[in-house]
């Protein structure tokens, strides 16, 4: 037996990233009960094998090569997601995202969501942070603009053409308005949810996104997260929590989920 050297030890690393990259895509997809059954089919194949079941061995091998392709298919916004966040990993970012440019952005932004709350408008903002949202700001009319609470609620009064889209930020400025963000496909999600709020869920299923949802009918605020939809919050609540989410090494993140609890939030998973 060879002495075990550096390359194997960067073998099992990377074995070992590969598998943990797996697990968190299993961990947040709502396809975790077909990788159930795809695991009780290779149980039963093994079983075949063992005691020479020619015949459902053939069946059951044929089924999971053609099985592989369907879960790539399945997987599809989390492998998007994934790559994406990869991609970006070594992306410059010296210069970017000063806090006080996106301090600023936030307190535009809940001032805003207080008023079109209030009035009952619905707003769909999606703020970028390490995956690039140019090209889902390239779906609308590209700005480049400071965010302003008085932009924001022109930009979303019901008679102003680009109401019915979503506003991108990047930077802590608007660069997209009217933009178009992708649906979820998740049809377990409550009934009473707006096509604002599934957009919301889907741009931030394909990638890592914050998306604040105001809702038309009950001008409830929502934020949307790696899938999962925060509703129903108050402005402390919201304030926090894009602050914890846009601002992390400047704010503490302990209390925000009892804040959540306190708050009576409802959280929709994707």
Not at 59 to 76: E, P
Request: aromatic fraction near 6%; glycine fraction near 10%.
């Amino acid at each position: 037996m060879s002495d075990f050297g550096v390359w194997d030890a960067v073998d099992i690393l990377l074995v070992t990233v590969i598998i943990y990259l797996l697990i968190q895509l299993l961990r947040r997809s709502n396809a975790f009960p077909v990788i159930k059954g795809v695991l009780f089919l290779v149980l039963v194949l093994g079983f075949s094998q063992v005691f020479g079941l020619q015949t459902l061995n053939f069946l059951l091998y044929s089924t999971l090569q053609v099985g592989v392709l369907a879960v790539i298919v399945l997987f599809q916004p989390e492998l998007r997601k994934m790559l994406g966040q990869m991609g970006s990993a070594g992306n410059i970012t010296i210069g970017r995202n000063a806090p006080s440019d996106m301090e600023k952005a936030i307190t535009e932004t809940l001032e805003a969501c207080r008023v079109l709350s209030w009035e009952h408008q619905g707003a769909l903002i999606a703020f970028e942070r390490r995956v690039s949202l140019t090209d889902i700001a390239k779906t609308g009319t590209v700005l480049d603009a400071a965010i302003t609470a008085e932009l924001v609620k022109n930009i979303f009064y019901p008679k102003a053409p680009l109401h019915d889209g979503a506003v991108v930020v990047q930077n802590g400025r608007i660069t997209g308005a009217g933009c178009m963000l992708p649906l979820t496909a998740n049809s377990n999600l409550s009934r009473d949810l707006g096509m604002r709020h599934r957009a919301g869920i889907g741009m931030s299923e394909e990638s890592d996104a914050v998306v604040v949802v105001v809702s038309e009918e009950t001008g409830t605020v929502s934020v949307a997260i790696d899938g999962m939809l925060k509703r129903n919050l108050n402005s402390e609540i919201l304030e926090a929590l894009l602050r914890m989410e846009l601002l992390p090494e400047t704010e503490k993140k302990g209390g925000l989920l009892s804040m959540l609890r306190k708050s009576g939030g409802k959280e929709d998973g994707a």
